[in-house]
């Protein structure tokens, strides 16, 4: 089984529709991350979580939120969809102990298309 | 701010060596990670590096000057599986503590 397993795989839906995109993690980790991917532009980070209630917006946040349910589930939500956030967006956990060199552990990705 | 460059594309010869640079410039920097991520797939964790030098891991080393805010990725004895996207991510502690910073991805093609 995946470590960092993220539902579902592949989306499509329509302009205006509110979509979740979970994530849920067995390594223990208390950090969680949700990235988008577009073409070109890299990871961007919209929204992370330190720790239950800690919620952070990311450098993309605008149109998005999130909720942390429990250290292992972070899920994300699109409000009202817009095509231009059609893009493959990943979740990623890290762990605060270890030190500075612990790296983050992304799911395999979910890829929604919006029409 | 925070800026990180890497080549967009790279090709190189199946057996070959291939180095992937990554120039930033951060105001905390804490640390240097490089992913490789193949197409469609999750990125996954390759090195780490802090402090200045090379660390060795199998085919693959990584080496950082923070002097000059630069690192790159050595790939040696190359195969076609090496063909991916390798992510430069840079962790700067003016940025939050335990946020990555990420490059836009070197795409590295490996031919026969």
């Known amino acids: 089984d995946a470590d960092v397993t993220q539902t579902p795989r592949n989306r499509i839906t329509k302009t205006g529709k509110r979509i979740m995109l979970e994530c849920s993690q067995t390594?223990?980790?208390?950090?969680m991350y949700w990235y988008r991917q577009d073409p070109g532009l890299g990871l961007q980070l919209i929204y992370y979580?330190?720790?239950?209630?800690?919620?952070n917006k990311g450098e993309i946040s605008d149109g998005y939120s999130v909720s942390r349910q429990a250290q292992a589930k972070f899920s994300l939500s699109l409000e009202s969809a817009i095509p231009n956030q059609t893009a493959l967006y990943f979740c990623a956990t890290s762990d605060s102990g270890g030190g500075s060199n612990q790296p983050q552990h992304f799911g395999d990705g979910t890829r929604l298309s919006i029409l | 701010g925070q800026n990180i460059d890497q080549p967009t594309e790279m090709t190189a010869t199946e057996g070959a060596i291939v180095q992937i640079n990554c120039t930033y410039q951060t105001s905390g920097f804490n640390g240097l990670f490089w992913y490789q991520q193949h197409a469609g797939e999750a990125p996954t964790f390759l090195s780490y590096n802090v402090l200045d030098g090379l660390e060795e891991k199998g085919r693959f080393s990584s080496f950082l000057s923070r002097s000059k805010g630069y690192s790159y990725l050595l790939l040696k004895e190359l195969q076609m599986k090496d063909s991916a996207s390798y992510l430069c991510?840079?962790?700067?502690?003016?940025?939050?503590?335990?946020?990555?910073?990420f490059g836009q991805g070197t795409t590295l093609q490996v031919k026969p």
């Open positions: 991510a840079v962790r700067d502690l003016r940025a939050g503590t335990g946020k990555l910073i």
């Open positions: 979580s330190f720790d239950v209630k800690d919620i």
């Open positions: 390594k223990g980790h208390d950090r």
